[in-house]
């Protein structure tokens, strides 16, 4: 059974990452490879571990996600239309003057709780709603996701401060450790060794996983629901542009569409070959 | 000589009171609610104030979350200190037009002593320039008190309103009732109009007395709303009085006396006169004795109308 739903969550995951390259390559812009790095997760959560309906988008007791590394945006929107939140055929309109999909991520648009962008920020708005559940005795769960390049910006610290402080175990961060930022790899543009320690000694549980294996992020985001004191961060060893050959492991498509019809070909037919 | 009474003070009773009767407020600051007087709120309500510590950044995307969930956020520190969350203003409550006010106290030249590092004079054209956010600087405790009011029953956007250190004089009958984008005219008068921003509206007044000596009928307006502003009595102004003078503890720049400018420009035209900080740094020293070190006092004001009335006489031989 359980084998039987993954399979089906790796289809979904399957379609959101064609959706990203459709998107970015028809736009001539956008970031792929930080959207694919965090689709499996991001299918995981919408798909099954999400107290979410897109029929009844802002119910008060729904789970909130806060994307905030909001240059991912065509994963995350491609994510929401899959799920029903609005048509799939709107995220052609992606980064377009008629269209409502902002380049990066922007409240706008149905399932988005927070516009996004500049780094460094989501992880506060997510103390800050979780302040707020606390007070309308409310237990719904905030997931932020984080890019690795992104924690170098001290908002983040200062935000694990107080996540720490008010023992927020309904704050679940997910760090996307692809490993790679927009000028190249994060181990030589600022290195951040002993990671989970970092974490752990600002008073936050910590756990790590494998960010393409399903039962890791299932196992992980359900142990961090249970827990039950204080927040928690999964540290998702990602493969930046996972799923398409040529973007894996490589910062030029941090920030960039396939660059030719051909290299947009190549992406699709890596995407729909056999399942794993 | 009118008594005096401290803005933040009035804050801090204000929105404790507030506390009281709305239950969605909850009140942030950053390790400085005894000066702030936040810690008034903290004390009754400590389940609903938050002290982020010396986290500014932390403390206002914290105040986008919050008011992402319904909640109606005061969040307050030095206005020097909150400039450095200009991005997470801009990103994160502004574009996400959220319900987040900025009650910030110790601003522009009135912290004194504390010196240039703590003498903000930027921030209201700093605020200003945010898309959604609106810009209040009180001119008196009663002033302060009526706008926490109008924004916990009137508003839900991002609201700046700049508040001081020390006493300012009570200039307003206890009844009033701000408006919102309205001015208020203290004294009214025919020969040049003389806009004030906060305690500069006290010293605006009593230049007004001292020109009355040398035959200048001034009118003193106080402009509380800096975005939006009083358009329509700067062109009233403008066209009964033909002569204007802005008075602010903030920069010349992207201030009070741009924004009249901006207006008279547009619409009519007239010479205006900025009195205020010269694309400068404050120093320490006492408030009014730096009012008189930098050329905002009530002599300056006096000296500043009078050339803004003799000009105009010079612009009228010309034509």
Known sequence: MEQQNIAELKKIARIIRKHVIEMV????????????????????????????????????????????KGHASPGLYATLAVKGFFPEDLLTGFRKINSKLEGHVHRGIPGVEASTGSLGQGLGIGVGMCLAGRLDNRDYKVFVILGDGEIEEGNIWESLMAGNKYRLSNLIAILDRNEIQLDGFTRDIMPMPDLSERFRSFGWNVLEIDGHNYEEIISSIETAKKHKDGPTIIIANTVKGKGVSYMEHNPKYHGAPPASQEEYERAIADLSGDLQ | ???????????????????????????????????????????????????????????????????LSGKKVFASTFAVFLTRTYEQLRQSVCYNNLDVKLVVTHAGLTVGEDGATHQIVEDVGIMSG??????????????????????????????????????????????????????????????????????????????????????????????????????????????????????????????????????????????????????????????WELFDYFHIGVNDIVRTSEQCFREEKRYENIS
């Open chain 2, 130 to 287: 945010l898309p959604n956010m609106k810009v209040i600087v009180p001119v008196d405790s009663i002033e302060t008190r009526s706008v926490l009011d109008f924004l916990v029953e009137k508003t839900k956007t991002p609201y700046y309103v700049r508040l001081t250190r020390e006493k300012f004089p009570v200039l307003n009958q206890p009844d009033y009732m701000y408006k919102p984008g309205k001015s208020v005219t203290f004294k009214d008068g025919s020969d040049i109009t003389i806009f004030g921003m906060g305690v500069m509206v006290s010293y605006a007044l009593d230049a007004a007395k001292e020109l009355k000596n040398r035959g200048i009928d001034a009118r003193v307006v106080n402009m509380s709303s800096i975005k939006p502003v009083d358009r329509y009595e700067i062109v009233k102004a403008a066209r009964e009085t033909g002569r204007i003078v802005t008075v602010e503890e903030h920069s010349i720049f992207n201030g009070l006396g741009s924004r009249v400018a901006e207006v008279t420009s547009e619409e009519y035209p007239v010479p205006v006169f900025r009195v205020g900080m010269q694309d400068t740094f404050g120093k320490s020293g006492k408030s």
């Open chain 2, 1 to 67: 000589m009118n008594k005096t009474e401290s803005l933040r003070e009035a804050y801090g009773e204000k929105i404790r009171e507030i506390g009281q009767r709305n239950r969605d407020v909850v009140v942030m600051d950053a390790d400085l609610s005894s000066s702030t007087k936040t810690a008034i709120f903290g004390k009754e309500f400590p389940e609903r104030f938050f002290n982020m510590g010396i986290s500014e950044q932390s403390m206002i995307t914290a105040a986008a979350g919050l008011a």
């Open chain 1, 25 to 68: 390559y028809e736009a001539k812009s956008g970031h792929p490879g930080g959207s694919l790095s965090i689709t499996d997760i991001l299918t995981v959560l919408y798909f099954r571990e999400m107290n979410i309906d897109p029929a009844d988008p802002n119910n008060p007791e729904r789970d909130r996600l806060i994307m905030s």
